[in-house]
Nanobody, 125 residues
Framework: QVQLVESGGGSVQAGGSLRLSCAASGYTFSSYSMGWFRQAPGKEREGVAGLDSDGRTRYTDSVKGRFSISQDNAKNTLYLQMNSLKPKDTAMYYC???????????????????WGQGTQVTVSS
């Protein structure tokens, strides 16, 4: 079965950087689209960055120029490099996978088929 395990979260001061990782197993990694979502307390879950299997990417406006999504097919791992972090980036971050285009899923506010358990990111001012 599909398993997604996030790591790399933590606490950082504003302006700092973190790199999240998502180790995937149970399916052909390169054939699925992947993405990162986040949910802050009291807010809806939002799609942060998406990466389709053909390399197309999508970022929510608030992270453009600061976050970068990538994957290593040899390691079955998805990454989210987060730079210039802001307190408003504080949230639980989730990895997701789906055989459909993640960029479309996120643009439509749809729900991917598979989720990780999440990793907490806290940015202090």
């Amino acid at each position: 079965q599909v398993q997604l395990v996030e790591s790399g979260g933590g606490s950082v001061q504003a302006g700092g950087s973190l790199r999240l990782s998502c180790a995937a197993s149970g399916y052909t990694f390169s054939s699925y689209s992947m993405g990162w979502f986040r949910q802050a307390p009291g807010k809806e879950r939002e799609g942060v960055a998406g990466l389709d299997s053909d390399g197309r990417t999508r970022y929510t406006d608030s992270v453009k120029g600061r976050f970068s999504i990538s994957q290593d097919n040899a390691k079955n791992t998805l990454y989210l490099q987060m730079n210039s972090l802001k307190p408003k980036d504080t949230a639980m971050y989730y990895c997701a996978a789906d055989p459909r285009r993640m960029t479309i899923i996120q643009a439509l506010g749809a729900i991917p088929g598979y989720w990780g358990q999440g990793t907490q990111v806290t940015v202090s001012s």
